[in-house]
Nanobody, 125 residues
């Protein structure tokens, strides 16, 4: 299984970006996918996640009301729509997947298994 992120770039404060995570290869029967980010000098943190068994998305407090996770019908691409961006959203954004049953919390980076290389989001005035 591979995951590849895209859609990062430069955004203005208050602007929007949509990130994509393309999933290829043989996925697990049931699995979870999460978006994470890592700002310079900070630990990687969970942003939002979703599982095939539960379509209820989870959002970190920092993402609530601004970010939305979604998936296409084939579960081959997962999106992160980011609105009302602030400089604090500047980070490398990663997607990661893990097999259902192999994690406790899909917002916990340590629980995830397969990672992409990330896409950089920069928010400035």
């Amino acid at each position: 299984v591979q995951v590849v992120e895209s859609g990062g770039g430069l955004a203005h404060i208050g602007g929007s970006l949509r990130l994509s995570c393309a999933i290829s290869g043989d996925t697990f029967d049931d699995w979870a996918i999460g978006w994470f980010r890592q700002a310079p000098g900070k630990e990687r943190e969970g942003v939002s996640c979703l599982s095939t068994s539960s379509m209820t998305p989870r959002l970190a407090d920092s993402a609530k009301g601004r970010f939305t996770i979604s998936v296409d019908s084939a579960w081959k691409t997962v999106y992160l729509q980011m609105n009302s961006l602030t400089p604090e959203d500047t980070a490398v954004y990663y997607c990661a997947i893990v097999s259902e049953g192999d994690y406790n919390d899909c917002l916990e980076a340590d629980d995830m298994d397969i990672w992409g290389k990330g896409t950089l989001v920069t928010v400035s005035a």
